[in-house]
């Protein structure tokens, strides 16, 4: 069992592109099933973090494919980037 708090402290690391994106901020949970359907990783800071930061990832459950220790591997492309703002 793992906890959502334990979610929130590994690293998010795609595996198409090699790259760290950082960690889950926010979950989607689908309240008829009591089911996680994604997980929210903030875009990256721009420019030093004075001009915001880029879109955000949600990562469907079903594309996370190992939650380790420290890391927790996914596989998306950039379909999954989301303008939350």
């Known amino acids: 069992m793992i906890r959502a708090s334990d979610l929130a402290t ?9 790259r760290r994106l950082g960690n889950i901020v926010d979950v989607e949970l689908d309240l008829a099933s009591g089911r996680i359907r994604a997980v929210v990783v903030p875009g990256q800071p721009k420019m ?8 955000d990832y949600v990562v469907p459950w079903e594309n996370i494919k190992k939650i380790g220790e420290d890391v927790i591997l996914v596989e ?10």
Do not use: E, P
């Open 10 to 18: 590994r690293d998010v690391v795609n595996t198409v592109d090699g």
């Open 48 to 55: 030093l973090g004075v001009f915001g930061r880029s879109d």
């Open 76 to 85: 998306i492309s950039d379909r999954y980037l989301r303008r939350t703002r």
